[in-house]
Nanobody, 124 residues
Framework: QVQLVESGGGLVQAGDSLRLSCTAS????????MGWFRQAPGKKREFVAS????????YYADSVKGRFTISRDNAKNTVYLQMNSLKPEDAAVYYC?????????????????WGQGTQVTVSA
C-alpha cells in the first residue's frame, strides 16, 4: 500500500522558517515528479512547488518564488519543502503529491498519490 506521510508543520511567527518532509512508502518514486500543494480554509487547493525525478527541474508558484525551495532525496524516497520568510498568507494545510505521468501534471493539480497533509500556521 502506497503512503505519503508529511511532517514538519507547526506554528511559527511571520519571518520564520519551516522545513516540511514527505516520505513515501509502499513503492519507490525515484523516477517520478513530486510536489507540494496547500489549501487554506475556504480556499481551493493550490500548487506550491514541484521537482522532477532527478531534481534537475523545479517549479514554483509565483507567491513562493524566492522564499521556498523544493528538494528531494531519492535514496530516502523523500521530498522536502524549505520555507523561509513565512507570511501569514502561507498558512494552510500542506500536501505532498506524486505524479506517475511521463510528463508531470502537478502544475495542473493532477497527481496519482496524495499525502494526508501537515498544518502550517503563521502568526503575524
Amino acid at each position: 500500500q502506497v503512503q505519503l506521510v508529511e511532517s514538519g508543520g507547526g506554528l511559527v511567527q511571520a519571518g520564520d522558517s519551516l522545513r516540511l518532509s514527505c516520505t513515501a512508502s509502499g513503492r519507490t518514486f525515484s523516477n517520478y515528479a513530486m510536489g507540494w500543494f496547500r489549501q487554506a480554509p475556504g480556499k481551493k487547493r493550490e500548487f506550491v512547488a514541484s521537482i522532477s525525478w532527478n531534481g534537475g527541474n523545479t517549479y514554483y508558484a509565483d507567491s513562493v518564488k524566492g522564499r521556498f525551495t523544493i528538494s528531494r532525496d531519492n535514496a530516502k524516497n523523500t521530498v522536502y519543502l524549505q520555507m523561509n520568510s513565512l507570511k501569514p498568507e502561507d498558512a494552510a494545510v500542506y500536501y505532498c503529491a506524486v505524479d506517475l505521468s511521463p510528463v508531470s501534471r502537478l502544475r495542473l493539480g493532477i497527481a496519482n498519490y496524495w499525502g494526508q497533509g501537515t498544518q502550517v500556521t503563521v502568526s503575524a
